[in-house]
């Protein structure tokens, strides 16, 4: 029997998921398929027991359900209750189960655009982080961040309250939106975790004078590729990265998840993720 997976989410159509998962389909010669369930907010219990009816082998969750599908599932590993949210759940003989590989996608993708490794060394940047936003995306980026060592999290966010509210629970600080500029001069890794700079949304505006040059940017935005931000850092001599191989390497670990086998990131896969009018 062919199988089942996809992507749960509203809106979902313009995701660049399907692509990612029928390359490595194709690559690994298996009998799947990865479908797109739109699904407004009110259905999404319905789309679930329509998941167990189908006995689908796994599914990806993204905006708006990341969190209220926890209440349609068996049970959730430990990253997705320390995060807060699933994207990932896992038809485990019939039983489904929540992860979240949005930290190992962050983690890795970060550690492969500073080191060129995907298990790479980065203790250097990690010593001071800032992170921009306190989103959907965030909560993840942090747990990331701490688990693969990082001194000390300095967050800020246009609505102060929701940094805060994330400073309390994961014992960071947090610096009003008004001030970020200043809150870089001991960073050694600048994250944007907002929105800001994604096409159709407006750049973020932020001077870096204040950024040592040994800082590294990371924008997990990435349509477009180069954000006005990494254009910025990377014209003042700051090494970047890009917000693309999260997106391929968290779905590198729900591929492995639902079929046992660990896909590879490779350039091949880049290039027909970017491919423009892809059928
Ligand atoms: P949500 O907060 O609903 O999860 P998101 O798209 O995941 O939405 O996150 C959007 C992030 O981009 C938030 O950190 C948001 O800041 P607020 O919490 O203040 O809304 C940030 N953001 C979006 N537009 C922004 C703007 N014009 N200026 C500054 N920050 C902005």
Redesign the pocket.
Known sequence: MTALTGLIGYPVSHSLSPRIHDFWIKEHGLDAAYKLFTTAPARLRQTMLHMRKKEVRGVNIT??HKQAVMEYLDDTDANARAIGAVNTVTNRDGKFVGSNTDAYGFITNLREGLTGKPDGDIANYLQHVVV???????RAIIVALQQAGAKTITLT????D??QILANHFNLTALP?EVRAEALSEATLLVN????GMAG??P??LGLSALPKSAAVHDIVYAPLETPLLFAAAKQGHQTVDGLGMLLYQAQAAFELWHGVKPKVTKALRDHVLEPHHG
């Open positions: 905006i708006p921009l936003g306190a989103g959907g995306a965030t966010n246009r609505s102060f929701k940094a939106w975790t907002t929105s800001l949304h407006p973020l505006e």
